[in-house]
């Protein structure tokens, strides 16, 4: 009787991973791609101008040097980023492009440097005496990318788009008030000689916001688009 209750009892078998099970397991990739559709990078991408806004990294010291260069080359080409028109503002002009995105993809910082190398080539390639004033040339400009990079800054965890637009249309109208502001109090335009010029403001404020839509929104999804392949192999055998 008791040999025959021993043998109902069934051992219990605990099963060991093989060897070919155990290879199959260190064979599994252990590092994690990410979707190339994945808006993850460029969402932290867009907030960096905000991280730490008012340091100087290496990147944002190369992106400072990058929109300065594009800011000469506007300026000295003629018809580029000055394009004349007939009225007292002498020319309407894009050259404030590359300033409002400096501020909005790299903070405060970049964007008052590359005010500041826009002010100074519009000192220096003035045509109209009062543009060779630097308090009209230079100093109004310095401003530009500190109010496009503090509107985008307030409405970027709204909407990356429409805070790119806003920082656009907010960075030309500083540019208009402030060079005409200056203009004023310096007594080389009467306040009268503005209205004219109004329409010309509100065309440039509407293209920089569209312009800044666009190349930030492209600037933000390259930077974002960081695929990296699986790995292969256990992290013991990986050579880095």
């Known amino acids: 009787m008791a040999q025959e209750e021993y043998s109902s009892q069934e051992p219990e ?3 060991t991973p ?3 099970d155990t290879m199959a397991s260190e064979a599994e990739p252990v590092g994690t791609a990410i979707p190339a559709n994945s808006s993850t990078g460029s969402k932290a991408a867009a ?3 905000t991280v730490r806004p008012w340091s100087l990294t290496t990147q944002r010291i190369v992106i400072a040097g990058v929109l300065a260069a594009i800011t000469i080359i506007l300026g000295v080409v003629p018809g ?4 004349p028109v007939p009225n007292s503002s002498g020319s309407a002009t894009i050259e404030h492009i590359p300033t409002i995105v400096g501020g909005v993809i790299a903070g405060p910082l970049v964007g008052m440097i590359s005010g500041l190398v826009f002010g100074l080539v519009s000192f220096s390639r003035a045509t109209v005496p009062f543009f060779k004033d630097p308090l009209v040339s230079i100093l109004p400009r310095i401003f530009i990318g500190l109010t496009a990079w503090a509107s985008y800054a307030a409405l970027v965890r709204f909407n990356r788009g429409v805070a790119a637009a806003v920082a656009g249309f907010v960075g030309a109208a500083t540019n208009t008030v402030l060079v005409l502001g200056m203009l004023v109090i310096r007594g080389y335009l009467p ?3 503005i209205i004219p010029i109004i329409p010309q403001a509100v065309f440039e404020a509407i293209v920089a916001a569209i312009l800044t839509f666009i190349l930030a929104n492209a600037f933000f999804i390259l930077r974002g688009r960081v695929v990296r392949a699986p790995d292969t192999k256990a992290r013991d055998e990986l050579p880095y």
Request: proline content about 6%.
């Open 191 to 193: 306040p009268v000689a």
């Open 80 to 83: 580029i980023g000055f394009i």
């Open 18 to 20: 093989t060897t070919e």
């Open 47 to 49: 907030a960096e101008s």
């Open 13 to 15: 078998v605990t099963e």
